[in-house]
């Protein structure tokens, strides 16, 4: 059954919001702002193969992605997980594990099998995004519906943003090791700002310092982020295995002598096996936001099968990181008298033998360290955050504007400082978050490999009066929403304990809703999937299912190739950008 679309004939020379085409406002703020940067648009572009007939529901960037820019191989893959792993979050993984009462080899076993199903699942759902280069917010129109698609959109995004301004405040910290590296007396600035408030005078500083510097390879295009993530994926590793190798020296050469390292298992029976899979739980949580959003990433694939190494990778490079962080936490209680996972804190210690070796070192590292987080919040935040923005107000953000807008939010709005100072219920409550995002991943699985078995409509999905509509007023699929509230409820009792405690706090929920959130993720993901497949097959929604995909990549190719032509004529003319253009344009 097809779907009888038709592709709008939208000319972009009469109906484009770019710069050359813009009519002129001759009053108000928008006129003035036009007249002064003559260059400037608030509609972002729009490329004449949209499927979406009007400007407000897509855009060049919000559009499948064509093949002139489909420019990542399987290298790339390997560069975006390597940029990715090397952070202080995955070297920190087991810290939570070993407090529990976990040994150290129990820790890692739960990372390696926590990241080996996370890969599965981020490579088999990258799959679809790798086959119809569209990104996550418009693929979640297909099982969802196009309004429930939005609260599904609008729950990633939230995280993303939140995440985005942790890890900026991440990156102050790493700045602040730097200034204080190059000039002492930095951390000599009066403390102005109560201590309530989780943040210094100069730590503030460093704070605004490292969100400017990063506003710059927020810009970076998708088209050329994979040759940042390449660069990061040799830096990290070299500072983290400097950190590992000075801490291990300093030791004395061994780890052997540390409570992380001779102490086992403290826990038994029940206890211990429900300690592990909460822990499991927990790395399984750790990437199930990229779990669920992967296409945003997979869609610039080459060839379908180019994400396929995120497979081999993820439990690999998370499992080295994991390691190094256990190793350098046990040879720190040696070295310093004390158990130390965070990184940043091991580099500061640095500078205060005074000498001038050992500032460089410091600072070499939090340099280090501070491209580490940029890598971090590109692959795994902004980029992420602005797609899902841009589903919100196509017609004014593209990905772009998008990633500007989440840093702001997120470093500012949410002030992220005193979230890591003192609201531990709220970081529980990104903690367990994972109890919503198993159950949409496996239905966005599940509706395109089972019920549909990958013949879906790409133009369909950018049309809202399309086959993905369902119902005409609700525009929403029953099936879909029933299985995600049958996914998530159950373990929501559990949600709530795991947020109370977090802040000292008890509930009177019961061990098994404590046990049914320990396992939040695992049982979310299947519930929702089967449910969701159970409901198609009693009563399925004839209209949406076909008997070929419809991917209209005959008209993205066509579209593409003028647009490549046009452009390398405009170069020919001598209209040739200059370096900062060509690192910048898409």
């Known amino acids: 059954m097809a779907s009888g679309y038709k592709a709008p004939t939208y000319n972009e020379k009469s109906a484009s919001p770019t710069s050359s085409t813009v009519e002129p406002v001759g009053t108000g703020e928008v006129g003035r702002l036009r007249r002064r940067f003559p260059g400037f648009s608030l509609e972002v572009r729009q490329e004449e193969s949209s499927f979406a007939a009007t400007k407000n529901a897509s855009n060049a960037d919000f559009d499948p992605i064509p093949p002139s820019k489909r420019t990542w191989n399987w290298g790339a893959y390997v560069a975006y997980w390597m940029a990715d792993a090397w952070a202080v979050s995955n070297w920190e993984v087991a810290s939570s594990m070993i407090a529990v009462g976990l040994s150290w080899k129990m820790a890692i076993g739960a990372c390696v099998l926590g990241n080996t199903l996370m890969g599965l699942v981020i490579t088999v759902n990258g799959r679809i995004g790798a086959t119809l280069h569209t990104p996550f917010p418009v693929l979640a129109r297909m099982p969802f519906g196009y309004y429930f698609s939005y609260f599904v959109v609008l729950s990633r995004c939230v995280l993303a943003i939140v995440w985005l ?27 102005s700002i109560p201590a309530s408030e989780g943040i210094t005078r100069g730590g503030m500083i460093a704070f605004l310092l490292y969100f400017l510097l990063q506003l710059p390879f927020l810009c970076i295009p998708y088209t050329k982020v994979q040759y940042f993530f390449a660069c990061k994926s040799v830096i990290a590793p070299i500072v983290f295995l400097a950190i590992f190798g000075s801490t291990l020296r300093k030791a004395g050469g061994t780890i052997s002598h540390s409570t992380v390292i001779t102490e086992g298992t403290k ?55 994991g390691l190094l962080g256990i190793f350098t936490a046990a040879a720190a209680e040696t070295a310093y008298g004390k158990v130390m996972w965070n990184p940043i804190e091991i580099v500061s210690m640095w500078t205060e033998s005074g000498t001038h070796a050992s500032r460089a070192a410091a600072a070499f590292a939090a340099i280090g360290l501070i491209i580490v987080t940029l890598g971090i919040n590109i692959s795994a935040n902004s980029i992420s955050a602005a797609n899902d923005l841009m589903a919100f107000c196509p017609k004014y953000i593209n990905i ?29 409550f990104l903690g367990g978050y994972t109890i919503f995002l198993g159950p949409m991943t496996s ?44 996914g998530c409820t159950p373990a929501l009792p559990g949600f709530v304990d795991n947020i109370q405690q977090a802040g000292g706090q008890k509930t009177g929920v019961s061990v098994a809703g404590q046990h049914l959130f320990a396992i939040g993720y695992i049982y979310s993901f ?29 008209i993205i190719a066509a579209n593409d190739a003028r647009n490549v032509q046009e452009r390398r004529a405009s170069y020919s003319e001598g209209r040739k950008p200059s370096l900062v253009e060509r690192v910048f344009q898409v």
């Open 267 to 321: 826990l038994h029976g029940s206890a211990l096996a429900w300690a592990f899979f909460s822990n499991l739980n927990g790395v399984l949580g750790n990437y199930a936001t990229l779990g669920l959003n992967i296409a945003d990433f997979s869609r610039y694939a080459n060839r379908p099968s180019a994400q396929n190494v995120q497979a081999i990778v993820i439990p690999i490079i998370f499992t080295i990181v």
């Open 526 to 554: 299947f519930a929702a999937g089967i449910f969701y497949y159970l409901f198609n097959l009693l009563s399925p929604h004839h209209a949406s299912m076909l008997d070929h995909a419809e991917t209209g990549e005959d």
């Open 165 to 191: 301004g942790v890890q900026t405040t991440t990156g102050g910290q790493c700045m602040e090791v730097l200034l204080t590296a190059i000039w002492p007396s930095f951390a000599n600035i009066p403390k």
């Open 443 to 486: 239905i966005l699985m599940t509706d395109y490999y089972i019920v549909r078995k990958g013949r879906v409509s790409v133009p369909d999905m950018y049309n809202f009066h399309g086959i993905y509509r369902y119902q005409d007023k609700l525009g929403s699929n029953w099936r879909a929403v029933v299985a995600f509230f049958i």
């Open 400 to 428: 772009r504007r998008g990633q500007l807008l989440a840093a702001v939010i997120g470093s500012w709005a949410f002030v992220p400082w005193k979230i890591l100072a003192s609201a531990a219920k709220f970081l529980a």
